[in-house]
C-alpha cells in the first residue's frame, strides 16, 4: 500500500473520469465547509489496483479471489465520513463462492479497523526495532519488581501478547465475535471456502489526523487587544 504524493492526488481521477479535486470541490460547496484532499494511498490486489478512500459503496469486489471491503464512520452528524478504512483480503487455492460472503466478511474486517485501529495487520510486520523497544520496556519493568527470572520471563511474554492484540489486526479479538481473533476468524473462513485467506492489506484513515493544529491562548490574546 503506497500513499499518493500531491501531483498524483491532483491528477487522480474517480469513477466516471470526474477529477478527485473537482468532487472536493463540490462537496465542500454542498456542505459550505473548507474541505481539502490530504491524503490517499493505493494498493495492488492481484493485478488490479484500487483507491482506499472513503469511498461510499461499502463493498467493491476485483476479482473471483480477492476482495476489497470498505466502511466510512459517519459520527453523530452523520454529514460525512469522518473515520474510513479499507481492508484487502486474498485466497488462495479456491474461488470465492458467488453468494458474496467474502465481500461481506472484508466489510466487517474494514469496520473492525475502524473501530480498533491496528498499526500492523500481523506480528511479524512490526519493525524490528519497535518490538525491540517495546521487549526491553517491559523487561525492564519485570526487572523492577525484583522477582525470578521465570517469573519475569512470563510477565513480559504476558505483556507482548497484550500488546500485539492492541497493535496488530489479527491478534485482536474480532469486533463481530470477540471469542476469537481477527486472525482465527480470518483462516476459519478460508477452510471454510476450501483454501487460504489472508489479509494483505489494511487502512484506516481520520479527518484531521496528523494535522498539527495551532494552540490558542484566548486569555493572551485578549490581553494585547486590550492593550491595543
Given at each position: 500500500m503506497a500513499e499518493l504524493a500531491d501531483a498524483q492526488l491532483q491528477a487522480l481521477l474517480l469513477k466516471g473520469g470526474q477529477s478527485a479535486?473537482?468532487?472536493?470541490?463540490?462537496?465542500a460547496a454542498e456542505v459550505r465547509e473548507n474541505v481539502n484532499l490530504r491524503r490517499a494511498f493505493t494498493c495492488v490486489a492481484s493485478f488490479l489496483a484500487f483507491?482506499?478512500?472513503?469511498?461510499?459503496?461499502?463493498?467493491?469486489?476485483?476479482?473471483?479471489?480477492?476482495?476489497?471491503?470498505?466502511?466510512?464512520?459517519?459520527?453523530?452528524?452523520?454529514?460525512?465520513g469522518r473515520i474510513g478504512s479499507a481492508v484487502a483480503l486474498a485466497l488462495h487455492g479456491a474461488v470465492a463462492p458467488a453468494d458474496g460472503c467474502l465481500d461481506a466478511f472484508a466489510?466487517?474486517?474494514?469496520?473492525?479497523?475502524?473501530?480498533?485501529?491496528?498499526?500492523?495487520?500481523r506480528v511479524a510486520d512490526i519493525p524490528p526495532?519497535?518490538?525491540?523497544?517495546?521487549?526491553?520496556s517491559f523487561e525492564a519493568q519485570a526487572a523492577a519488581t525484583g522477582k525470578s527470572d521465570s517469573v519475569t520471563d512470563r510477565m513480559v511474554d504476558g505483556w507482548l501478547k497484550k500488546w500485539h492484540a492492541e497493535v496488530c489486526l489479527e491478534q485482536q479479538p474480532f469486533l463481530m465475535d470477540d471469542s476469537m481473533s481477527v486472525g482465527a476468524a480470518v483462516a476459519q473462513l478460508g477452510k471454510t471456502l476450501g483454501g487460504s485467506l489472508a489479509v494483505t492489506h489494511a487502512l484506516r484513515l481520520a479527518v484531521g489526523e496528523g494535522v498539527d493544529k495551532r494552540k490558542v491562548d484566548f486569555a493572551a490574546e485578549v490581553a494585547a487587544a486590550a492593550a491595543g
Open positions: 479535486s473537482s468532487a472536493v470541490a463540490g462537496f483507491p482506499a478512500l472513503l469511498i461510499r459503496r461499502p463493498v467493491r469486489s476485483l476479482t473471483a479471489s480477492t476482495a476489497v471491503g470498505c466502511y466510512a464512520h459517519a459520527g453523530p452528524s452523520r454529514a460525512a466489510a466487517q474486517l474494514a469496520m473492525h479497523v475502524a473501530a480498533f485501529n491496528p498499526k500492523y495487520v526495532a519497535v518490538a525491540a523497544g517495546e521487549r526491553t
